[in-house]
């Protein structure tokens, strides 16, 4: 159980990189650009079933079409769930290695973790996003308005209080706003 173990400890910080990073992992902290990187993040509020990604490149691999508002957005569930592998041990693949530890990722794509024989999924999702209550930082605020109500925000402020969290049993998952990004 030492993943289950890994994922209690984890933390979020909405932080602005300044470059092209997505999502950076340092030991149980998992770091989020404030906009992914200039392009804007795509928050899925139906993450169960992909259907914003209509374009299927491999079983793993979806890519939305132009008329899908995951278009030109970068995939959250994707870097999300990227980051978590890190907190579990997984290493980068090469940046045109396809799969999830990918080490690059393109605009209006979302890449699933592969089953595995018999494994517990990485991120096992709640197909109901939790209603959006409480007081957002001012990041996380600017963050919640440019992407509408979704069920990262839900999770990131509800799971903060300890009142909901969507990723049963990961009732530890902490977040921290970082005061640096203004």
Known sequence: MIGQAALDQVTFQIVNFGDLTLGRTMGSTV???LD???WGWFVDE????????????SDLEKVALETSPAFGRMDLLTVVMHEFGHVL?????APNAAG?????????TRVLPPDGSGDAPLVIMDPQPAGRSGKFSAAVAAAAKSQGSSWLMDFLVDAARASYNPFDPLDKI???ISDDDK
Do not use: V, Y
Not at 51 to 57: I, K, R, T, Y
Not at 89 to 93: S, T, W
Not at 100 to 107: G, I, Q
């Open 100 to 108: 999830l530890m990918s080490e690059t990722l393109d605009a209006g």
């Open 36 to 38: 992914a990187a200039g």
């Open 46 to 57: 139906t993450p169960g079933d992909d259907l914003e990604f209509a374009l299927s490149l």
């Open 174 to 176: 902490r977040i921290k």
């Open 31 to 33: 770091l989020i650009d």
């Open 89 to 93: 041990g997984l290493k980068d693949l």
